[in-house]
């Protein structure tokens, strides 16, 4: 993981390095290259550009890196969610399908109330609607999920 996070660094190592051995093999005067180049533009009244070019990509850069951040944590958030989800769904239908053993031997009961029988199918029944719109949420925040299991 401390590799991965050292990517750049080391992009950035390697690029200063094949730098210095250019200059070096090749006799370049970079710094001296850029100084000059800077006073080519100083004709054309461009220098006056280049601090706030830099200055704006430097920020635009800075940006870029905590949006992607920001999305990882996200979607580190909604794999947590769907995991938790998945388990929660789990839980609940073997819940669902073992009341529905005491279902089938509350029919086979003689006299035991139908009212009684219709109102626990109503609530099996919500139950197992409010699961599946639960699953069912695309924008993972806290006023989707709890808009998903109003009755």
Do not use: C, W
């Amino acid at each position: 993981m401390a590799r991965k996070q050292q990517g750049l660094t080391l992009i950035g190592l390697g690029i200063a390095v094949s730098a210095l051995l250019l200059t070096v093999i090749f006799d370049l005067d970079l710094f001296e290259r850029s100084v000059g180049l800077l006073e080519a533009l100083e004709r054309y009244e461009v220098d006056e550009l280049v601090i706030p070019l830099l200055i704006f990509l430097v920020f635009a850069l800075l940006d870029q890196i905590k949006n992607r951040r920001s999305h990882a944590v996200e979607l580190e958030k909604v794999k947590i969610y769907r995991a938790m989800l998945t388990s929660t769904h789990h839980i609940l239908n073997n819940f669902l399908n073992q009341m529905r053993l005491f279902q089938l031997t509350a029919k086979d009961t003689p006299g035991f109330d139908p009212e009684v029988l219709a109102f626990y199918e109503r609530i099996v029944e919500d139950a197992s609607t409010q699961i599946e719109a639960l699953g069912s949420i695309t924008e993972i925040d806290e006023v989707s999920i709890k808009r998903s299991v109003i009755p």
